[in-house]
């Protein structure tokens, strides 16, 4: 985020607001995850947006991806104890478009560990880590603000589908980065 | 954080320092925690702030709150290897009024797990998940900067209070958003 | 990030956009170190930078602090499912210095525990948390960008290395922090 001498405080103060409206949005995934919040979510997809987390799990629209918590199986996780719990992301805009890269943890109460006290902390059986990846969000800005067009997730285990979208993250933004492909 | 035309820019920039400035106060509590830094936490509550843990673990006015962490148990918690991590937290703020929801893991050394060794990063028995909840901050502009008027936590078990942390991170600014309550 | 009177706008967006690109940079450390990106990790530290990950593990010189994840040990690390998690970080700029402390979670895909089956989230063995730590970066600017002049990283098992580095957070800036030292 050097500045471009031909930028304008108007620029400078909006690139920024962008900025921060987009962790905003980022760090509203978890909450909404964990309470299946179909409307959110399906405010925060533009309409014929893609979730792709890997295998069949991928969704086309913003009605269905916004369904998908509503199964009974994840409102089954969420009462057992569920957490998506968001690493800091890291941002780059481009204009009306922008690509964020983020790691995620899915965490879920741990069903069968031994209870364990930590000194002053209460007794626990403590959560299990049961998956670690990297999301790929394509974010566009809409006369609503920043929108999800597209997440691509996948589990960090050694396979190249996850590698390649932290590679992304740090490679140098290419002359038509207005055109963002996976 | 869509812009008010009506905004100036002194009022825009003030909006984004005050952001930074809470993301830095956020920043400040597991460093707090894990080293009990009973001067430094009675600092970034106000005079009259509340800490509730759930259940039992509460505690009125910055200066009880501080003295939780000096407590025997807690010292002990931190010569056995506690940490507390913070997510990225979702923040709103409303004039002198903000709130802050984030997802917050305590973690603790593994006191009987198998050594394991990851090649290239040792050997170690690894941490367990403790806990992971939800918090909500409830702040308050002060001459001295972003104080914490209330800070309530509940672990993510299923159960409503830290769903419901979690749902009124989502939910639309309220036209009374000024008062802000639990 | 109290605002001084005597500062100018243009001060002010420069210290803001100051703030967001370090976000970036320790933003960018985990995809790095999980992708062994030899030539990126060389470009976000000085020349002469010191990686200091306590004991025998340190590196002196940008070339061999990249040249450390190409180490087949490490290769091996991330086959096998490697995460490098970073929290919200606290940031102190001073002019062309700024001091980081952040928390760092090193997970690993566990080899030997049982799989578990998560209600609309497939069947993992998980992953254990091997390492947690406090990281100290200390930044400086550059023609090119903030860039890294020393990294510390401390395991948090209750020894003092880990815990100065969080106490140093929260200390207030000393009245020659200009001259930043662990």
Same mark, same amino acid.
């Given at each position: ?34 309470? &299946? $919040? ?10 014929? &947006? ?8 991928? &969704? ?37 478009? $922008? ?9 879920? $109460? ?23 990846? &990297? ?41 038509? $980065? ?5």
């Amino acid at each position: 985020m050097r500045t471009d001498a031909a930028k304008t405080i108007e620029d400078r103060i909006r690139a920024i607001e962008d900025r921060l409206e987009i962790y905003n949005l980022i760090a509203s995934h978890p909450p909404s995850a964990d309470t &299946a $919040a179909q409307s959110y979510i399906q405010s925060i997809f533009i309409e014929d &947006a893609v979730l792709d987390l890997g295998g069949a799990k991928t &969704a086309t629209g913003n009605r269905a991806i916004a369904e998908m918590p509503q199964r009974p199986a994840h409102q089954e996780a969420i009462k057992a104890g569920l957490a998506h719990f968001a690493g800091l992301p890291h941002v780059t805009i481009d204009g009306d478009r $922008a690509v964020v890269t983020s790691y995620l943890q899915i965490l879920a $109460a741990h069903p069968t560990a031994d209870e364990i006290e930590v000194p002053a902390h209460g007794v626990s059986r403590g959560y299990r880590i049961h998956r670690v990846g &990297a999301n790929r969000w394509e974010l566009q800005r809409t006369p609503q603000g920043w929108k999800i067009k597209r997440r691509a997730y996948r589990t960090l285990d050694g396979s190249e589908p996850a590698l390649d979208i932290l590679r992304q993250a740090l490679a140098p933004p290419s002359p038509d $980065a207005k055109t963002v492909n996976v």
